[in-house]
């Protein structure tokens, strides 16, 4: 099966019907398959400044992603914030946090820490 724009349709390891709310309100945000697709925990999360008005900044990573995997387009998806706090709650504690913020797990595990600094887009 094939979407509007010719690329084939992902399947999510949610269904639209599992999504709760969790994070409302917090605006959209831009993460790759590997979590919502492939359903990875988030292992690196920042915040940039916003592309737009509905833009959060937030960046979700599950840290597998080569750079050749985050070069093709179709590998990431703009989502509202909520969906990626369904696939992985423990971002929630973070979504306050100010633009410039980075967090990642340790080896892709455990608990966020605060990481040095956004990765170079």
């Not at 940039?48 to 992603?65: A, M, T």
């Not at 973070?94 to 797990?105: K, Q, V």
């Amino acid at each position: 099966m094939f979407n509007i724009f010719g690329r084939k349709k992902k399947k999510f390891r949610l269904a639209s019907y599992e999504i709760r709310p969790l994070a409302p309100g917090k605006g959209g945000c831009i993460a790759t398959d590997m979590i919502t697709v492939d359903g990875l925990k988030v292992a690196l999360m920042y915040r940039e400044q916003p592309d737009n008005d509905v833009d959060s900044g937030w960046r979700f990573l599950s840290g597998r992603e080569s750079q050749s995997y985050l070069d093709e387009p179709s590998h990431s998806e703009v989502y509202d914030v909520n969906t990626i706090a369904n696939y992985d709650p423990d971002v929630i504690p973070f979504l306050d946090a100010p633009i410039g913020s980075a967090f990642e797990r340790t080896g892709g595990a455990g608990d966020f820490v605060e990481a040095e600094s956004p990765p170079n887009e």
